[in-house]
């Protein structure tokens, strides 16, 4: 006996009407509850900034990424003097955040880390990013309209509620310190593509093979494979510790 299945109307958080968009409901609702909170915990999540996780994000009732920066903003609700001064040095130490993770932080359309990627080897900071550096970066036209209209109607606002002291640019960081090859499973990254996004915003190319081109091939699980081999006579240097390597 089969029952049908009536999907919802309205979103669970806001009551807002959804939306069908390629067989999918969505809440496009800019005043939803848990879109707000989501915004602030993957901003927090991607400019790696300890101790800002849902239940504190409840706690301050932040809705929005600018929040983080806004000195009027309470910590008290934190409930704990310690807590709130982690966070408050956490958040300190965000400003200096290359434009590699700045980017990627406000969930733009399109804008993830390959794009950003590329933008960081075209452009020295934000203010740079117009329809011109966008195309010599190989952005796509989707791509291209959703960071300019971001940079026009959210940008100018996150940047003026910035303290006067702090000069959140957005600095590219890529400094092309050479490019490395992965071997095998690691053991520092859950995944190949966190080891690669590592990687990248560090300043290293990463290629998906042994060409002439590689000067280092990480390789943390130890075996001696003929990818290995060939490094070692042709003179690459091998990895065994990317964490290590990373923070040297």
Known sequence: MFHKIIPPTNC?????????????????????????AKAVEHFAKTMKIKGLGPSSIR???????????????????????????????????????????????FGIPLIGNTATRKLSETVKNISEIN??????AGLGPKATTNLLAWLEDEWPYF?????????????????????????????SFKTKAEATNALNVAGYEVKSSLTKQVNFLINEGGVESAKTRQARDSGVTIVTDLISFLEN
């Open 131 to 136: 329809a011109d550096t966008c195309e010599r």
């Open 12 to 36: 669970p958080s806001c009551d807002s009407t959804l939306v069908w968009e390629n067989d999918l409901l969505y809440c496009r609702s800019a005043s939803c509850g848990d879109q707000q």
């Open 159 to 187: 940047n003026e509620i910035m303290p006067h002291s702090w000069e959140f640019s957005g600095t590219s960081s890529v400094t092309n310190k050479g490019s490395v090859c992965i071997s095998g499973r690691l053991k």
């Open 59 to 105: 706690k301050l009732g932040w809705t929005c990424p600018s929040d983080i920066y806004n000195l009027s903003k309470d910590l008290s609700a934190l409930g704990s003097e310690k807590v709130a001064l982690k966070l408050l040095a956490e958040i300190n130490n965000s400003v200096v955040a290359p434009l590699e993770l700045l980017l990627p932080a």
